[in-house]
């Protein structure tokens, strides 16, 4: 059967809504997708090797802040989505996407394991008309270099037998406005119908448009190229912020100035570091693979120093506000208000707060945390559990408050009156009238 032939084939199915759709990896992105393509009216099998995510899943358990609870009991209770370990049932999927995670290892190079993986486990049930999307974010020719020798060590053709593409996940974890649903999607196939058939996927399921590109290595520059556009200028007003301190400047009014600007200006703020699996790891996925051209990245290289650095500046200031009470950082008892690595999620993975709090603790500070959001952590292997509860007593007995999540449910009002000084980050208490014991980043 020729390839144009399998091509109307699988269009038909999804518009009939006759595919099976699969999606490998039950996290972050891939969970609001494969709710999304059951919403949307298709049988969806969801794939994760961990079975408390699975069983969750398949009990209608929700795990994700972006995820809407009755969503995903009404679709698992009418059969649009199971969740399963078992990867061979891949065999009865249409069109598979690829979402598990594309960590750094301790080199800082990009860890593809995972996607590797997950490729392995399709080629044993890939057949002819068969589609494959991988959304992990991951540097520019995974998909053609990778992905693409892997299926086609079947015997079958990319673009004859089968299709296969790239379409960079773009979830913003807490934001109300865009989601799974409405946010644009880029789509790039190896062959022109290996873009037609995933982009007819993508438009039967959600409400955005979607731009098609001429190949996967485009796509995955494309998404490189946000994330990396982030870093930079979140290198650059922390740099600021930086030398606005020294000038006895606040960068934060300096920035709502800017704003005022109706052309040529778009916000960024500094923090304590970034956090999130994205931007502070994308840059390092280009940086790496622009070696094998012999390119360096000087400008991107430069932004991931100054927001590297971030944490262990932010716990200078710390040590410095201490020392004008005549406290050393040794011994100080320190709360970070937000572990989270953003406004309003319970989402901790890459938090610059996990960092600025292995770094008070280095120079022996005593440090607590409180978030509503994330009660309690393990990550890499360190466990840590917040205080239960905001009181003045908690307050008063930290000889710093270093707020580093601006999360929009803590009272700062309350905070500010109890707290013995504060060091505020993330500008969080901008509103909060009597500043005599609040440091601004």
């Given amino acids: 059967m020729s390839g144009k032939v399998l091509t109307e084939n699988l269009k038909l199915k999804l518009e009939a809504k006759d595919a099976i759709l699969g999606v490998i990896g039950l996290g972050y992105v891939g969970l609001p997708l494969a709710v999304e393509k059951a919403k949307a009216g298709y049988k969806t ?258 932004s991931m120093m100054v927001n590297d650095r971030m944490p262990e500046y932010t716990v200078e200031r710390a040590s410095k506000i201490l020392n004008r009470k005549k406290k050393a950082l040794n011994g100080a008892k320190v709360m970070l208000l937000g572990v989270a690595y953003k406004q309003d999620i319970d989402d901790f993975r890459e938090s610059p707060a996990i960092d600025v709090m292995r770094e008070l603790e280095k120079h022996g500070a005593e440090v607590t945390f409180y978030d509503s959001y994330v009660p309690e952590y393990n990550y890499h292997g360190q466990y840590k559990k917040g205080e239960v509860e905001l009181t003045p007593e908690v307050l008063s007995s930290k000889d710093l408050i270093l707020v580093t999540t601006s999360h929009s449910n803590v009272d700062y009002d309350f905070v500010q009156k109890h707290a013995t000084d504060i060091f505020d980050t993330k500008n969080a208490m901008k509103n909060v009238a009597d500043r005599s014991n609040i440091e601004l980043l």
Avoid at 73 to 91: N, P
Avoid at 154 to 167: H, I, M, R
Wanted: proline share 7%; with cysteine; net charge negative.
């Fill in 45 to 302: 099998i969801g794939f994760d090797v961990q079975k408390e995510k699975v069983e969750m899943v398949n009990n209608g358990i929700n795990y994700i802040g972006d995820v809407v609870n009755e969503d995903l009991t009404a679709i698992v209770d009418s059969g649009y989505l199971v969740a399963t370990e078992d990867l061979s049932r891949v065999a009865e999927a249409d069109a598979i996407c690829i979402c598990v995670p594309t960590p750094l290892d301790e080199y800082q190079q990009p860890d593809i394991s995972y996607v590797k993986a997950s490729a392995e486990s399709i080629v044993k049930y890939l057949r002819p008309g068969m589609l494959i999307v991988l959304e992990s974010t991951t540097y520019p020719g995974t998909t053609e270099e990778l992905l693409k020798p892997i299926l086609e060590s079947t015997g079958l053709k990319v673009g004859e037998d089968f299709f296969l593409a790239f379409s960079p996940e773009r979830v913003d974890p807490g934001n109300l406005k865009f989601k799974t649903k409405n946010t644009p999607k880029v789509v790039g196939g190896i062959t022109p119908q290996c873009t037609e058939v995933a982009a007819a996927m993508y438009e039967n399921i959600l409400e955005a448009p979607v731009h098609k590109v001429s190949s996967p290595a485009v796509a995955e520059m494309e998404k490189i190229l946000e994330n990396t556009y982030r870093n930079v200028n979140i290198g650059l007003v922390n740099e600021l912020a930086i030398l606005s301190h020294k000038m006895g400047i606040n960068f934060w009014e300096v920035i709502d100035a800017a704003k005022s600007k109706p052309y040529g200006f778009q916000a960024f703020y500094p923090g304590p570091g970034l956090g999130g699996h994205c931007i502070p790891l994308d840059p390092y996925y280009l940086s790496w693979k622009a070696r094998e051209f012999g390119f360096h990245t000087s400008m991107i290289e430069a």
